[in-house]
């Protein structure tokens, strides 16, 4: 049975919007309450950040009404990036962590991740349970008027940072430009104060926040304006966040896009070159055929899993790997920390590349030409009318010509195509040819 508020990562929509109410954020605390905390307990806990959406603290109010129709202990955070909710979770021992956030959407949309204890997100099951109890719960009012918030906001923030600082080798940045563009999301208070203490010299953008202009034109997700900015500040690197502070894109001196498999790439490699351990890595279905390659001709062991940042922690703690991530940017590092975070990836990366280029080894990975599309769909298409049309595109095109990838988005309304071949031409050819086909399939 299809789910119908968890998607990929967490719940996320237009807020005020159905079914993203005001009382659904209500219900949706009390069934997450009703899933996590015991009301024998004395010591259920939750601790509650945000990204920086205009609705954000009416939806942690909300949440916090219904959390405590069991009785719970409830920390704000503030505006934080997404793994600083992850690490503290752990760190600090709560019994889950809550993050308000709708990633790399825009302003409109909000939502929520959750962490367990051990600052990994929740199971499938503990989100099926968790919509099992709003299907239960959502005609009931959980108004409370004496909800009780804790905000440790300054603490966490100041702490996050000597974390961050903490998780690289030290090497020498004085002459090390870098370009940050903060989407102006949830890393805007923190990235900037982290990378001019470890050293570098910084030029900040998109760092005012009103509310409304999170991940517009700007971001992870929206890199076209970052060359140009890394070329007028004469910067060696542009690193571009998105809203929520778990995913990077970098931008080198040349323009060049580097993407999650281009940052694993220069990681793995550094390692490589400092005799460190490299036991296996953890991509997805979108992760390029040559860094898959690449891993293979250095005996590395390679495994592939569906999309999301979850998929990939799993896989990575079951095989006791601790390198890992996707193509979009989540750089999942568990010597480091329990999720992706823009700020440790890009630490690392910059160590890694460092290295290598003083050692004259500063080639990039030659990938295969691939394009991602993202086709908008009706969001009242029935699951089965998409589910059919996927499988009949992927049983016409699916030969040896191509690599073609077709899923339904976890967090928008689009299929995403992802077409992969040996030349651009095949690739823009066939990308044109299945979106055609798909269209004309949803369109009946």
Known sequence: MPRKYFGTDGIRGEFGEYPYTRNFFRVLGASISKTFFSE????????????????????????????????????????????????????????????VSASHNLYYDNGIKIFNTLGHKISIDKENLIEDYIETLKDNEFKN??????????????????????????????????????????????????????????????????????????????????PDLVKRNNSDYGLSMDGDGDRIVIVNNDGKILDGDDILYTIIRGKLFNKEEVKGVVGTIMTNLAFENFLKKEKIKFLR?????????EAMIKNGFTIGGETSGHILLLDKLTSGDSI?????????????????????????????????????LPENIINIAIRETLDKYSDNEIRLIIRKSGTENCVRIMVEAESDKIVEEKSKEVCGFISDKLKK
Not at 53 to 66: C, Q, V
Not at 305 to 313: A, E, I, P, Q, R
Not at 345 to 374: C, H, M, R, W
Request: aromatic share 8%; net charge neutral.
């Open 40 to 99: 024998e307990n004395k010591n259920n806990s939750v601790i509650i950040g945000s990204d920086t959406r205009e609705s954000s603290d009416e939806i942690i109010n909300l949440l916090a009404e219904g959390l405590q129709s069991v009785d719970c202990k409830i920390d704000t955070a503030g505006i934080v990036p997404t793994p600083a909710i992850a690490h503290f979770t752990k760190e600090k021992n709560y019994t889950i962590g809550i993050m």
């Open 145 to 226: 008027n004496n909800t009780i918030l804790n905000n440790v906001s300054i603490e966490i923030k100041n702490e996050y940072i000597k974390f961050c600082l903490k998780q690289s080798k030290k090497f020498s940045t004085n002459n090390i430009n870098v370009t940050l563009d903060l989407a102006n999301g949830s890393n805007y208070q923190i990235a900037e104060k982290v990378f001019e203490e470890f050293g570098f010299n910084v030029f900040a953008y998109n760092n005012e926040p009103n509310g409304k202009n999170i991940n517009k034109n700007c971001g992870s997700t929206s890199i076209n304006n970052l």
């Open 305 to 313: 899993t569906s999309v999301g940042d979850k998929n990939v922690l």
């Open 344 to 380: 440790i990836a890009s630490l690392v990366f910059l160590y890694y590349s460092s290295i290598l280029k003083s050692s004259g080894e500063n080639d990039f990975l030659k990938k295969f030409p691939q394009k991602l599309t993202n086709l908008k769909i009706n969001k009242n």
